[in-house]
């Protein structure tokens, strides 16, 4: 079966190798011809374990390709995924003009009847409004699908092949099924498929990312309530995950989320709450304390060296969002890489990969380092902001060699403080006394 997919970010990249190995033939579209370019190369341009072997592989075998032709893109598929951006506005809410766009353009171009896949994030009603384009503009029939993405970044191609859940939203039975036949070679054990209607897949795909986001910034809440009580928010987060009607995962306090999916996510399910007139007040909420979560741990660096930093050499450790991606959208990290220089510090960073989307993303008063140790030079502290596993067992005598203060801030709590300390550094985590 021939598949186009629109976009070739994470969610668009991922579709695309994922389903090319399977067998399909897969076209992958996008604007930007350095993107296709480098792509077609089977050069990623984002970074995501095993991402490499897959596109190498099945653009080897001539069953992915990538072009900026959109049309014969459109023309030569059955089913079309979309996977283009849908940023937040000022309001909150979800950017939908590159979704309408590719909508017009296959209402416009189809020849033949095609099903449109939405993969990109898009509130309860898109469904409607793309829906209404195809029946004003084609000549042909065309069935709209909802179909979200679950995927993490760093885990995606786990997330895709392994999958939890696929929801698959349509009114049309038969483009539910075919769209159900591509998942099928990841369905050989257990049927995770959910069908449901459009509408109710749209919300669901909200209201799992609020939800984990909530998890987040609940942690979070009770990271600063331990430090104002003396108990520790691990204790507490273990007697939490242990209770099966609860569970571990998301539990981690910390900065905070960032990425380009939960901060928009969020915003968008808070902004349809207010539009239809029935408050979200969770997730307004949720994104209140978000916000305010890397301040918060400006301010117990603000306790320990005061308001001006003119005189120190920070190293920061981690730049991306989290860990296993190059993703440096919305991160809590470069937020508190912003506010160090602004406080007139000297910043020496090193992150495994994100550092060329970090570079564009900040401004002057940076110094970028390949060897995390080499970073530490002369430094009056290290701040830890992403969770990398190579930041997690350090040689604590290697830094004590290298750095001129022995201060250690851990945005990610991922050391344990009887042992650092005992090595004589001063150490500061989220909520553990």
């Known amino acids: 079966m021939n598949v186009a997919v629109m976009g070739t970010g994470y969610v668009g990249l991922v ?12 076209t992958c579209v996008d604007k930007d011809p350095k993107i296709v370019d480098s792509l077609q190369k089977a050069v990623p341009t984002i970074y995501e374990p095993g991402l490499q072997e897959l596109l190498e592989r099945n653009v080897r075998a001539k069953r992915l390709s990538f072009t900026t032709d959109r049309v014969a893109a459109i023309q030569a598929a059955r089913i079309i995924f979309v996977a283009v951006g849908t ?13 309408l766009e590719v909508a017009h353009e296959v209402a416009r171009h189809a020849q033949e009847p095609k099903i449109v896949v939405m993969k990109s994030t898009v509130p309860p009603g898109t469904h409607k409004l793309v829906s209404d384009i195809f029946a004003a503009e084609a000549q042909v029939g065309i069935d709209y699908v909802s179909n979200p993405e679950f995927l993490k970044e760093g885990n995606a191609i786990d997330d895709f092949t392994k999958p ?23 369905m050989r054990q257990t049927e995770r498929i959910i069908i449901t209607d459009p509408a109710t ?31 520790n928010v691990e204790t507490v987060r273990r007697c939490l995950g242990s209770d099966r009607r609860i569970g571990p995962a998301f539990l981690f306090p910390g900065l905070g989320y960032g990425g380009s999916c939960f901060p928009k996510d969020v915003q968008a399910m808070a902004h349809l709450g207010e539009k239809l007139g029935c408050p979200v007040h969770l997730a307004v909420a949720t994104h ?45 990290a470069l937020e508190v890489v912003r ?13 495994p990969q994100a550092m060329p989307k970090a570079r564009a993303a900040l401004a002057d008063g940076v110094t970028y380092f390949d060897d995390m140790y080499g970073a530490l ?36 709590n991922l050391y344990n403080p009887a042992d650092v300390r005992a090595a004589g550094f001063n150490y500061f ?5």
């Open 15 to 26: 579709v695309g190798v994922c389903f090319s190995d399977t067998g399909q033939f897969v």
């Open 87 to 99: 940023p937040p506005m000022a309001d909150g809410s979800a950017d939908l003009s590159a979704v």
């Open 164 to 186: 939890d859940r696929v929801i698959i939203g349509a009114e049309n039975a038969q483009a539910a099924k075919t769209v159900a036949h591509l998942y099928s070679p990841y």
């Open 201 to 231: 897949a749209e919300l669901a795909k909200y209201a799992a990312n609020t939800m984990l986001a909530m998890r987040i910034s609940f942690m979070n809440e009770m990271a600063r309530l331990c430090d104002r009580t003396g108990a």
């Open 288 to 332: 209140a304390v978000n916000q305010s979560q890397p301040q918060y741990f400006e301010q117990m660096v603000q306790r320990r060296f005061g308001s001006n930093l003119k005189n120190k050499r920070i190293c920061v450790w981690g730049l991306a969002y989290k860990a296993r991606t190059d993703d440096v959208r919305m991160s809590p």
């Open 339 to 351: 506010w160090l220089v602004a406080q007139g510090a000297s910043v020496a960073v090193h992150d």
């Open 377 to 412: 030079e002369e430094s009056d502290a290290v701040f830890v902001l992403t969770d990398w596993q190579e930041f997690r067992n350090p040689d604590l005598e290697e830094m004590k060699r290298r750095m001129r203060g022995l201060t250690i801030f851990d945005g990610r």
């Open 429 to 433: 985590s989220v909520g553990r006394p």
